[in-house]
Nanobody, 125 residues
Framework: VQLQASGGGLVQAGGSLRLSCAAS????????VGWFRQAPGKEREFVAA????????YYADSLKDRFTISRDNTENAVLLQMNSVKPDDTAVYYC???????????????????WGQGTQVTVSS
């Protein structure tokens, strides 16, 4: 499966942004899709994930009140709605997918087999 992340851009603090991770090559049915981000000089960190079939969602504790992950059936994509963004949310956001992730691996980037290119999110203060 090929993944294409989009929707990044420049947004003011307190604003909203919606990222999309569109898949091609095959349907996302059966996959777990995750969002990760990496800020300059920092390690990549888990943001959120969704199991396509069950729609179960998982979030980084620090982001769950502001970010929402969902699936878009018609577009074969996973969305990340970012609300009340902060300058600390500035990062390159990546989406990833895998068909056989255990619960303990969902937050672990290296366990995902497929990755899209990143999309830059910049939050101005």
């Amino acid at each position: 499966v090929q993944l294409q992340a989009s929707g990044g851009g420049l947004v003011q603090a307190g604003g909203s942004l919606r990222l999309s991770c569109a898949a091609s090559g095959r349907t996302l049915s059966g996959y777990t899709v995750g969002w990760f981000r990496q800020a300059p000089g920092k390690e990549r960190e888990f943001v959120a994930a969704i199991r396509w079939n069950s729609r179960h969602t998982y979030y980084a504790d620090s982001l769950k009140d502001r970010f929402t992950i969902s699936r878009d059936n018609t577009e074969n994509a996973v969305l990340l709605q970012m609300n009340s963004v902060k300058p600390d949310d500035t990062a390159v956001y990546y989406c990833a997918a895998d068909r056989s992730l255990s619960l303990s691996s969902i937050r672990s980037g290296p366990d995902y087999d497929y990755w899209g290119q990143g999309t830059q999110v910049t939050v101005s203060s």
